[in-house]
């Protein structure tokens, strides 16, 4: 059995098209496009690609995108006080602000992310959003979680009644997606158990996941052995291995070759989740706009 792969390059696309559509009808009301801001600490060249990944999906669909340079010996009252400037422009008001995680271990993340204002909270990180998901009644879901979701959907894998397995418990992947897939309606009503570093006898678990989601950041963590055969695998991590030659390659957190020889369905890295994770910030962003459009 060879397992039916997840593109995500291919969903995004449909996304974009989308968007690229809606972005233009609100434009054309409101005089001015959707404005995305990202605030980027530091050199780090991981984060770095991430960022000009999202600009560039920006541009293809017709969302203005700034990027703020940070230097990395930046503290945190000053990074908080960048992010409480940018939120009171008048001019050329930013819609969506995002700070590029991770951000230096001398820096307070939670004091900067709880600095974005919670209605141009795109990345979903703030308390009061992440309250309101807790509740069913989102305003921005995380951007990995609300991507895996859509890939589900998008794919006709269905969720109602399903054992759903995460391996993660992140406030950004792991604790939102489970909400998600255990909420009411479609792309949820799963029976969720959620794993962690602390979880005993990880197989046990995941032998009897229909969907199973992996996203710690542990390269090949997930093997054959150990996936339900015909389960649905969704591979979240996103790790850079160096070879012998010094050339750096990107894999997940799943054993890709094996696993997809048992799985009915599984998602590559690259191509699979990450596209998506980006869509997802262009979809907040829209809405980050017409909401603020709606209550000025």
């Known amino acids: 059995m060879t397992a039916q792969i997840l593109d995500g390059k291919m969903i995004a696309r449909r996304i974009e098209e989308t968007l ?9 009301i409101v005089k001015r496009r959707p404005r995305l801001v990202v605030v980027l600490v530091g050199e780090l060249a991981a984060s770095a690609s991430y960022v000009k990944s999202k600009g560039d999906a920006a541009a293809r669909v017709g969302l203005d995108a700034e990027v703020i340079n940070v230097p990395a010996t930046i503290q945190t009252a000053a990074l908080v006080a960048i992010i409480e400037s ?11 602000i995002l700070v590029q995680l991770p951000l230096p271990n001398h820096i307070d993340t939670l004091a900067v992310l709880d600095a974005v204002p919670p209605d141009r909270d795109v990345d979903g990180f703030h308390p009061e959003n992440a309250g309101l998901l807790s509740q069913g009644r989102p305003r921005f879901v995380p951007c990995t979680a609300a991507g895996v979701q859509h890939m589900l ?21 792991g604790k939102p997606l489970a909400l ?25 678990h995941t032998l009897q996941a229909d969907i199973l989601i992996a996203a710690v950041g542990r390269p090949g963590l997930i093997t054959a052995g150990m996936v339900k ?6 591979d979240v991590g996103i790790n850079r291995i160096t070879g012998p030659n010094g050339n750096g390659k990107l894999v997940g957190d799943v054993d890709f070759d094996s696993v997809c020889q048992i799985a009915g369905w599984i998602s590559p890295v690259p191509g699979g989740v990450g596209p998506l994770t980006v869509a997802m910030l262009l979809s907040n962003t829209l809405r980050a706009a017409k909401l603020r459009n709606s209550n000025g």
């Not at 690229?20 to 054309?28: V, W």
């Not at 006709?156 to 418990?169: E, F």
Request: net charge negative; glycine share 14%; proline share 0%.
């Open 20 to 28: 690229c559509a809606e972005i233009t009808a609100f434009a054309e």
């Open 86 to 96: 940018i939120a009171r422009e008048e001019n050329a008001a930013a819609d969506g």
């Open 153 to 173: 959907v998008e794919t006709g894998i269905g969720t109602a009644g399903k054992q759903a397995v995460i391996i993660g418990r992140s406030d950004t992947v």
């Open 180 to 204: 998600l897939l255990a909420g009411h309606g479609v792309g949820g009503d799963a029976t969720v158990t959620l794993c962690h570093s602390r979880s005993t006898n990880l197989s046990f």
């Open 229 to 234: 055969r015909g389960a649905a695998v969704i």
